[in-house]
């Protein structure tokens, strides 16, 4: 175990139960955003090829500049 990981645990051996139930929702928020930043970064991916020819034509370069 690396020391980071044994220094938190040790922490959340010596809190009240009820917060451990707080430290465990947080960890689950942390995960669930970062699964979020990581869809909305894929989508954005995707929708920039799917819309690539959309977005750059000659009509609309004037737009670019702006």
């Known amino acids: 175990m690396?020391?980071?990981l044994e220094q938190v645990r040790e922490?959340?051996?010596r809190l009240a139960p009820e917060?451990?139930?707080e430290v465990e929702d947080f960890i689950d928020f942390l995960r669930e955003r970062d699964q979020?930043?990581?869809l909305r970064?894929?989508?954005a991916q995707a929708?920039?090829?799917a819309f690539a020819e959309v977005w750059d034509n000659d009509?609309?370069?004037v737009y670019?500049?702006?």
Do not use: G, W
């Open 2 to 4: 690396t020391p980071q």
């Open 11 to 13: 922490k959340l051996e």
């Open 19 to 21: 917060r451990l139930a």
């Open 36 to 38: 979020d930043r990581r």
């Open 41 to 43: 970064r894929d989508y």
């Open 47 to 49: 929708a920039e090829s």
């Open 59 to 61: 009509e609309d370069a």
């Open 64 to 66: 670019d500049e702006l």
